[in-house]
């Protein structure tokens, strides 16, 4: 399995992760399944909404753009990418940033923790880490190709 | 530029018929288990809750409600809370949480709390709990006598037993109540219409399952966990 399937299929579970919350955000899921922390009181606090919608939405949007780039890296066209692979790296960076900002505000504001919201920052900072391993092992190897 | 080439293709390690197929059915199975489980999670009912009372009783002549109260009486904010004494997830609420809920939050005098009668039909045994702790509510003792019902539900219940008074009156004398009197006021369901009147006051309010909570005029169907009923009394005193 190469770096960028590993970072589709953890953003594609991120999708279902942060849809999970998404949907319970709208009131389509009853309870959250929540055996650890709080996750009712994270998800119902003033923060949980962001810009005017809600942070899981972005979280899901997040996703699906990480899912659909790093697919689109697997192609042919892009296989060989480094420009890819700069982007995967960015992007990822951004996102995990964001979900350190809201793991402080859930530890520290809040005084919450909920276990999906752990599980998604979990996955973008691996998926951060995935993505900067498979960028730097595409420079070196471009700095080792003869030109 | 001949010669020279492009960043884009200057790491070219290997050529497309060497590189490893593409594992999209990775991608389809997570995809359908996400599915799935999301599409489980829609369409179960919450875990928390039991169903609402099958044959209502008649809201229009039950009088006012009579709920039990502790806490101070101009607290400035208030949680009602409709409960069933058979219901697991009120006794788990009863047991771990509420203990918290009237140390920190109604004995600091952030808020009182209501407790209303709302027996399931489904739970034979709970009206007899409900009579239970009216009768202990006489000799001023509702509380003590609440804890102890949800606390010995498993020997109480429909499925434990079809006679609960011994337990009842193994709990009346546990916390000191006069037993003649007792007795006497549970044989004649002394207080059953103040409980019908609990009971069609949540109907009244479109309770339609236990433990519902309102607080600050909002409806919370389902066992809340301490933090969460803190973080909404907090909000609600906000107002």
């Known amino acids: ?147 | 530029m001949a010669g020279k080439p492009s960043n884009r293709n200057r790491n070219v390690v290997r050529n497309a018929s060497t590189r490893p197929k593409k594992p999209y059915w990775i991608f389809i199975v997570i995809a359908v288990v996400g599915a799935s489980i999301l599409g489980w999670a829609m369409t179960r009912k919450p875990v928390a809750s039991e169903a609402a009372p099958v044959v209502p009783p008649d809201t229009a002549t039950a009088g006012p409600p009579q709920p039990h109260v502790t806490g101070k009486a101009d607290a400035p904010v208030k949680i009602e809370e409709f409960a069933d004494f058979e219901c697991p997830a009120c006794g788990r609420f009863a047991t771990i949480t509420e203990p918290d809920v009237q140390k920190r939050i109604v004995d600091a005098g952030l808020a009182s709390f209501s407790y209303y009668d709302f027996p399931l039909p489904q739970h034979r045994n709970s009206q007899a709990a409900s009579n239970a702790a009216s009768c202990a509510d006489e000799q001023g003792k509702f509380w003590p006598m609440h804890d102890q019902l949800f606390g010995g539900q498993d020997k109480w219940s429909t499925e434990a037993t079809d006679n609960p008074k011994p337990i009842f009156e193994s709990y009346a004398a546990a916390i000191g109540l006069d037993a003649a009197k007792f007795a006497s006021c549970f044989d004649a369901k002394k207080y059953q219409k103040r409980i019908d009147a609990n009971l069609a006051e949540g109907l009244r309010r479109h309770v339609n399952s236990t433990p519902t909570f309102m607080i600050g005029g909002k409806t919370y169907p389902a066992a809340l966990s301490y933090d969460e009923l803190k973080a909404i009394v907090d909000s609600a005193a906000k107002k």
Not at chain 1, 101 to 118: D, G, P, R, S
Request: charged letters at 10%; hydrophobic letters at 55%.
């Open chain 1, 1 to 147: 399995m190469t770096k960028r399937t590993i970072v589709a299929t953890l953003a594609l579970a991120g999708i279902f992760v942060a849809l999970y919350l998404f949907l319970y955000k709208i009131g389509r899921i009853g309870n959250l399944s929540c055996s650890i922390g709080s996750c009712e009181t994270v998800n119902l606090s003033r923060w949980s909404v962001f810009m005017g919608a809600p942070v899981a939405a972005w979280g899901v949007g997040f996703y699906v753009v990480m899912f659909g780039l790093s697919v689109a890296s697997l192609q042919d066209r892009y296989a060989d990418s480094l420009g890819m692979s700069k982007v995967l790296a960015l992007l990822s960076g951004g996102g995990l940033i964001f979900s350190l900002w809201l793991t402080y505000l859930e530890l520290f504001v809040i005084h919450a923790i909920c276990q999906w919201c752990v599980t998604s920052a979990i996955i973008v900072t691996l998926i951060f880490i995935v993505s900067v391993v498979d960028l730097r092992e595409r420079q070196r190897n471009a700095e080792i190709t003869p030109a």
